[in-house]
């Protein structure tokens, strides 16, 4: 089973991703004597991975929560024993690096384990709202969601889990992700984006030309400091596509064409700028996870990963020439997780896992922004 619940809000209601969802129950992780004191900590940052791994059935398989460098060097964080009822699932890493969100037992419940410590709390967002991760740079509230006859309601909280500021509403705030520097967020809208400051209040509205108002669009992640990488779906498709929205307020740029039903490529929802090219996640047949490589006239070429023929193949981030792969064979198959260099197509497994494994996997303060090139 693959997790990519470190991205809020991205592939998973819209494409169908593999996965059976995470029922917390009350096992208790077990932190590893000295680990912490082991880890590099000044060394950790961009290229860093948080990963919670089972190489088989929960049922039978000890859990681990591994801190994992760009060398491959892996630290073990905690351990959950096997159980028949699932450990808490991993929601977030803190940009301060000392921290793990994950789920707790029972609606709003979270759980909190310092890295550092091994020491882990537990709480509930006012309201039973839902974690979705982390505030930005350093996490020192917690974004979370309410649903109440079909609006939501994005808001802040504290980490012991007190309401702190309600930044929106409406039928698509379902989600919002950080600039890097923390003080604003994109939020889903209609007809585009909504930025919204940090401190509440609605700063502008960001409209996508052609957005079908039905279904909106939704950030991926920042481009850069400035740029909101979204994916629309059009009036004239159901297919979604994806833009460069300035969060100046200035004239958005199409990154990806409106796809055809014919193509093998049936939406595009992140892409990644490398030396050797664009390289976008798509959605493929049956609800599979594809990797693309657009040229400049917008043609693809369909990206193969040596050792990993699966049809979930989820981008997490980049890191220079490389991109950090997810890997699942199928909804039954092992989950694994690897840096990928498309320009030499070399490999780096970081975890390889046989048939029912399970892998949730952070990177280090990426998720929502673009890798440094």
Same mark, same amino acid.
């Given at each position: 089973m693959l997790l990519n619940v470190g991205r809020p809000g991205r592939l998973g209601a819209l494409i169908g991703i593999c996965a059976a969802t995470v029922v917390a129950a009350a096992v208790v992780a077990q932190p590893p004597a000295q680990a912490q004191a082991r880890v590099p900590w000044a060394q950790v940052g961009p290229g860093w991975v948080l990963a919670q791994y089972a190489g088989g059935a929960q049922s039978t398989h000890a859990?681990?929560?591994?801190?994992?460098?760009?060398?491959?060097?892996?630290?073990?964080?905690?351990?959950?024993?096997?159980?028949?009822?699932?450990?808490?699932?991993?929601?977030?890493?803190?940009?301060?690096?000392t921290r793990a969100l994950l789920y707790g037992q029972g609606p709003g419940r979270v759980e909190q384990l310092n890295l550092t410590t091994g020491k882990l709390s537990r709480f509930t967002l006012a309201g039973q709202a839902s974690a979705i991760g982390y505030t930005y740079p350093d996490g020192l509230n917690i974004l979370g969601v309410r649903e109440s006859g079909g609006q939501w309601t994005l808001a802040r909280y504290s980490l012991t889990g007190a309401l702190t500021k309600v930044l929106s509403r409406g039928r698509f705030a379902s989600t919002g992700l950080y600039s890097g520097n923390g003080t604003e967020l994109a939020v889903p809208a209609a007809t585009g984006l909504t930025l919204v400051s940090n401190a509440g209040p609605v700063i502008r509205q960001l409209p996508v030309p052609g957005?079908?108002?039905?279904?909106?669009?939704?950030?991926?992640?920042?481009?850069?400091?400035?740029?909101?990488l979204a994916y629309c779906i059009a009036k004239s498709s159901t297919l979604a596509r994806l833009w460069l929205v300035p969060a100046g307020g200035g004239k958005p740029t199409a990154l990806t064409p409106v796809r055809k039903p014919a193509s093998h490529d049936l939406g595009d929802f992140d892409a990644w700028r490398l030396s050797s090219g664009l390289y976008l996640q798509s959605a493929g047949a049956?609800? /599979?996870?594809?990797?693309?490589?657009?040229?400049? *006239?917008?043609?693809? +070429? $369909?990206? /193969?990963?040596?050792?990993?023929?699966?049809?979930? *193949?989820?981008?997490? +981030? $980049?890191?220079?020439?490389?991109?950090?792969?997810?890997?699942? *064979?199928?909804?039954?198959?092992?989950?694994?997780?690897?840096?990928?260099n498309p320009g030499n197509r070399a490999e780096q497994w970081l975890l390889r896992g046989p048939a029912g494994g399970f892998l949730i996997a952070v990177a280090y303060n990426s998720a929502e922004n673009a890798p440094r090139l």
């Open positions: 859990t681990t929560l591994y801190l994992i460098s760009p060398g491959g060097t892996k630290y073990t964080m905690a351990t959950w024993p096997a159980s028949k009822t699932n450990p808490p699932g991993m929601i977030a890493w803190s940009g301060d690096k957005t079908n108002p039905s279904n909106g669009c939704t950030p991926a992640r920042w481009w850069n400091s400035e740029t909101i049956c609800g /599979s996870l594809e990797i693309n490589k657009q040229a400049s *006239n917008g043609s693809l +070429t $369909a990206v /193969s990963v040596p050792g990993a023929p699966g049809t979930q *193949n989820v981008i997490m +981030t $980049a890191d220079g020439p490389r991109l950090l792969i997810a890997v699942q *064979n199928s909804c039954a198959g092992g989950a694994s997780l690897l840096w990928f």
